[in-house]
């Protein structure tokens, strides 16, 4: 049991990393982010905490397309100094919201990512 927990660590903390690099970069290219959505497997785990932080979202009246639009363009620093969030968090949460729009308004997710 151990062993899978450690996978499911490892995976984590290497698709972080992944996250982190290609998105430090302020507008970093719309094909490797393809590329990454392509790659990820939504688990149900992956919706829970989506919804969660939409509703958190909701409750400190922020709109969740300019959180996304901003963790994606805005560097690290200045993202989590205007929201105070941790900008990490928000890369993971904005590839579920990527990955949903894909799937099911791949125009709107056109236009979210030009």
């Given at each position: 049991?151990?062993?899978?927990?450690?996978?499911?660590?490892?995976?984590?903390?290497q698709?972080?990393?992944?996250?982190?690099?290609?998105?430090?970069?302020?507008n970093?290219?719309?094909?490797?982010?393809?590329?990454?959505?392509?790659?990820?497997?939504?688990?149900?785990?992956?919706?829970?905490?989506?919804?969660a932080?939409?509703?958190?979202?909701e409750e400190?009246?922020?709109?969740?397309?300019?959180v996304f639009?901003?963790?994606?363009k805005?560097?690290?620093?200045?993202?989590?100094?205007?929201?105070?969030?941790?900008?990490?968090?928000?890369?993971?949460?904005?590839?579920?919201?990527l990955?949903?729009?894909?799937?099911?308004?791949?125009?709107?997710?056109?236009?979210?990512?030009?």
């Amino acid at each position: 049991m151990s062993t899978i927990i450690n996978f499911l660590q490892y995976k984590n903390v290497q698709l972080e990393r992944q996250l982190e690099k290609l998105f430090q970069r302020a507008n970093s290219p719309r094909d490797q982010l393809d590329a990454l959505l392509q790659n990820k497997d939504l688990q149900l785990e992956d919706h829970k905490l989506f919804l969660a932080f939409l509703a958190y979202l909701e409750e400190q009246q922020l709109d969740a397309q300019h959180v996304f639009k901003d963790v994606l363009k805005l560097p690290k620093h200045q993202f989590e100094a205007k929201y105070n969030m941790k900008w990490s968090q928000v890369i993971k949460l904005s590839v579920t919201f990527l990955t949903i729009l894909r799937t099911n308004d791949p125009q709107g997710y056109k236009q979210f990512v030009d």
